[in-house]
């Protein structure tokens, strides 16, 4: 799920989201150059706001670090004059024990926007995949 923002302090723009590694790696090159991914897919979430290159790539916690290191890597591959972008991804050592709890979305929003703002008070250099 792609972010853009001027500020992650305030970041609150999910501007695409999508189902799938095959979309990840067809549609984020375009959201990563600030362009329309003309997805064959649309839904209706998410600002849909292409005006600006996404700063944030997010993961839930159904998929391995190396499944997101491979897109990673394949999407800076395709995707010239890339800035810095954060990838960010589930912990893989908190393995859920059952369905997500009351609070789990806030809580697992707060958790992701506070290792975004940790990352730009770094700035904005890692290169790897940050976990949250």
Known sequence: MPLQSSSFRNM??????????EAAASELPSLLAGKDPQSPEPNEV???????????VL???????????????????ATTAMEHVAWLMGDPALIMT???????????????????????????????????
């Open 59 to 77: 993961f839930g916690r159904g998929l391995q670090l190396a499944q997101i290191e491979a897109l990673k890597a394949a999407v800076e591959q």
């Open 12 to 21: 609150k723009a999910l501007i695409h989201f999508m189902l799938s590694l």
């Open 46 to 56: 998410g600002t849909h706001d292409y005006s600006r290159p996404a700063q944030a």
């Open 98 to 132: 059952g369905p997500p709890g009351p609070g789990f979305a806030k809580k697992t929003a707060k958790e992701m926007k506070d290792v975004l703002g940790k990352w730009r008070q770094q700035g904005t250099q890692h290169d790897g995949v940050l976990l949250y």
